[in-house]
């Protein structure tokens, strides 16, 4: 009985410190991925979009210089892991004298690696527009660039909207990896504050859960532009 009141008392305790944990660390956990996750993810995704297309562009330019540069691009950043990436980026750079600050280093390692796997989703998006749509455009007096934006692009991007908006939800949970190249992000925060607390399962789950709300909201978001699209289609 004694035994047993002192496993209750010792349950209540925990109970309560983790509670007290859990209650204290989510704000510096939120703003985590308010202040640093989320920003890194819009705007490396929005520098990974532009650079995606023009890569996607050379690649289907027929011009061999550009599409060789293209292809060494893609096979680069597809065939080495985004970590390797980042640590090139941040702690490589330093022996030829490039040095930079954490957060700028993980944008250019997430915008390199996204722009590299979206030009392929564009290209693929691009090509999937029947070629009797760019003679149509053509045969009215189009050039190849008005043909490509009011005929092909918007086209294309009702097409490349699902899977890259699943690019943009990876990319949420991909900015964890700042963490190894000291991004004060929301993964961070949670191993300074393990650190101290020694509840590495409280914290992660804790974390875990910030992610997963983070990416059901952006795939409520990502199921309204794809309704909105399904609409001008039909």
Not at 11 to 32: C, E, M, N, W
Not at 183 to 188: T, W, Y
């Amino acid at each position: 009985m004694f035994l047993l009141n002192n496993m209750l008392t010792s349950a209540v305790f925990d109970a309560d410190r983790y509670i007290d944990i859990a209650q204290s660390s989510f704000l510096p956990l939120l703003k985590g991925a308010l202040f640093y996750s989320i920003p890194m993810t819009l705007i490396s995704f929005v520098i990974g979009i532009i650079l995606a297309i023009t890569t996607a562009l050379f690649r289907i330019s027929g011009i061999k210089v550009l599409s060789g540069i293209a292809r060494v691009y893609i096979s680069i950043i597809r065939g080495t892991p985004l970590l390797v990436q980042l640590f090139i980026i941040f702690f490589g750079l330093t022996s030829v004298g490039i040095k930079l600050d954490p957060f700028p280093a993980a944008i250019i390692g997430f915008s390199l690696n996204t722009g590299a796997y979206a030009s392929e989703i564009i290209r693929a998006a691009i090509l999937s527009i029947p070629k009797g749509q760019w003679e149509a455009s053509q045969s009215i007096g189009m050039s190849y660039g008005q043909s490509l934006k009011r005929i092909i692009l918007p086209q294309a991007t009702r097409v490349s909207i699902p899977p890259l908006s699943n690019s943009f939800i990876s990319l949420v949970k991909d900015t964890s990896l700042a963490s190894t190249i000291l991004v004060a992000e929301m993964f961070r925060k949670a191993q300074e504050i393990v650190a101290n607390t020694y509840e590495p399962l409280l914290l992660y789950t804790e974390a875990a859960f910030i992610y997963w709300m983070i990416c059901f909201l952006l795939s409520l978001v990502q199921d309204q532009i794809e309704n909105k699209l399904n609409r001008y289609v039909s």
